[in-house]
């Protein structure tokens, strides 16, 4: 694959819609874990895979910027931003 084409591959993963960019992500993994693709391949499939699994967390981070919650505070309802919870590992 050539630089302008393989450009081109990245590009368009940018403008899939997440749940394109995670059916594609699966498509990959199932590929990468059945082992039957050449080095090559594999190595494409990795490098596609880990772009795909970069753009789903920007994608997720952005809408995560853009959520409202809900919450009532003195008997009236109020929107604050969305604050997730941090894992405590």
């Given at each position: 694959?050539?630089?302008?084409?393989?450009?081109?591959?990245?590009?368009?993963?940018?403008?899939?819609?997440?749940?394109?960019?995670?059916?594609?992500?699966?498509?990959?993994?199932?590929r990468l874990e059945n082992g039957d693709v050449s080095l090559e391949e594999a190595i494409q499939l990795y490098e596609e895979g880990m772009r795909l699994s970069r753009i789903c967390g920007e994608k997720l981070d952005k809408v995560e910027q853009q959520m409202e919650m809900l919450v009532q505070e003195n008997g009236e309802w109020v929107k604050k931003p969305f604050q997730p919870e941090e894992d405590s590992e």
């Open positions: 694959m050539s630089e302008t084409d393989r450009n081109n591959r990245w590009e368009h993963l940018e403008k899939l819609p997440f749940e394109q960019a995670m059916e594609r992500l699966e498509e990959v993994v199932d």
